[in-house]
């Protein structure tokens, strides 16, 4: 069984920065995809970056794309999401997904394992 467990949410003003961190335990990860989502209040959850945990590639949605950052720390098995230059629109829970996959997958349904959510808010 996968445990992912999330930190590093909080608020931030228009403009700042967090980081987000997940660590994640209970079997080996060189064949899993490690994923961020967001759901903002009324509305669906949706991707936001991921990283294939064997050969680092990652993948971004567009609304977060050069503002944001995902990493693995193989070694502490934690995927991070540094978040820079935030909006009022990145409001939301941010939650950290895993599944066993050989490529990087969008869909949520794809995820096999979940964390608890940790609550990111930006004020204006």
């Known amino acids: 069984q996968v445990q992912l467990v999330e930190s590093g949410g909080g608020l931030v003003q228009a403009g700042g920065s967090l980081r987000l961190s997940c660590a994640a335990s209970?079997?080996?990860?060189?064949?899993?995809?490690m994923a961020w989502f967001r759901q903002a209040p009324g509305k669906e959850r949706e991707f936001v970056a991921a990283v294939n945990w064997n050969n680092g590639n990652t993948y971004y949605a567009d609304s977060v794309k050069g503002r944001f950052t995902i990493s693995r720390d193989m070694a502490k098995s934690t995927v991070f999401l540094q978040m820079n230059s935030l909006k009022p629109e990145d409001t939301a829970v941010y939650y950290c997904a895993a599944t066993r996959a050989l490529h990087i997958l969008l869909g949520q349904q794809a995820y096999r394992y979940w964390g608890q959510g940790t609550q990111v808010t930006v004020s204006s």
């Open positions: 209970g079997r080996p990860f060189s064949s899993y995809v």
